[in-house]
């Protein structure tokens, strides 16, 4: 599968942005997917994921904050982003692995990169202060 991300941009801090992954080829129903972000100088770091059966989960630092949804009719996965801070911006990604078997994952490890097998290009957020 395909994963191209889109929605990024320059925004004000307290504001929102609202980022897409869009799926090419198969469908994304049998898929866990995530979003991750890398800020320049930092590693990549866990944003949110939700798993095939719809279940999310974030880190502490952004629950409240980040939605992360999918529609996989639409095959696309969404990241709603508000009460954007500085701290948040960074090249925002989306990874997918797929789960054939419809199992059911443990929360953690839907937070780690090495789940991942696919990942997308990348689409850039800046907040300004």
């Known amino acids: 599968v395909q994963l191209q991300a889109s929605g990024g941009g320059l925004v004000q801090a307290g504001g929102f942005l609202r980022l897409s992954c869009a799926a090419s080829?198969?469908?994304?129903?049998?898929?866990?997917m995530g979003w991750f972000r890398q800020a320049p100088g930092k590693e990549r770091e866990f944003v949110a994921a939700?798993?095939?059966?719809?279940?999310?989960t974030y880190p502490d630092s952004m629950k409240g904050r980040f939605t992360i949804s999918r529609d996989n009719a639409k095959k696309t996965v969404y990241l709603q982003m508000n009460s954007l801070k500085s701290e948040d911006t960074a090249v925002y990604y989306c990874?997918?692995?797929?789960?054939?078997?419809?199992?059911?994952?443990?929360?953690?490890?839907?937070?780690?990169?090495?789940?991942?097998?696919?990942w997308g290009q990348g689409t850039q957020v800046t907040v300004s202060s």
């Open positions: 990874a997918a692995d797929e789960n054939p078997l419809r199992r059911t994952v443990d929360p953690e490890l839907l937070k780690g990169e090495k789940k991942y097998t696919y």
């Open positions: 939700i798993s095939w059966s719809g279940g999310s």
């Open positions: 080829g198969r469908t994304l129903s049998g898929y866990d």
